[in-house]
């Protein structure tokens, strides 16, 4: 029968505990960015990365 790695188990939960704090962060910035944008304003950066991803088709009128 094999032994148990304690020590791959221990750096897995290391790497989730690490990974769950990353994105904590990042949705905590994330939110300190939305709060500028109170009043109701649809954000710049959205509209502006959708028409640098289609530049290649032309815009219908």
Do not use: C, F, I, W
Not at 30 to 38: I, P, Q, S, Y
Not at 51 to 59: C, H, K, L, Q, R
């Amino acid at each position: 029968m094999a032994t148990p790695n304690y020590g791959y188990e221990k750096r897995q939960k290391e790497l989730a505990k690490k990974k769950k704090k990353e994105e904590k962060l990042k949705h905590k910035a994330d939110r300190k960015v939305g709060e500028g944008a109170e009043d109701g304003a649809p954000d710049d950066n959205a509209e502006t990365e959708s028409t640098e991803t289609n530049s290649d088709v032309p815009a219908q009128s």
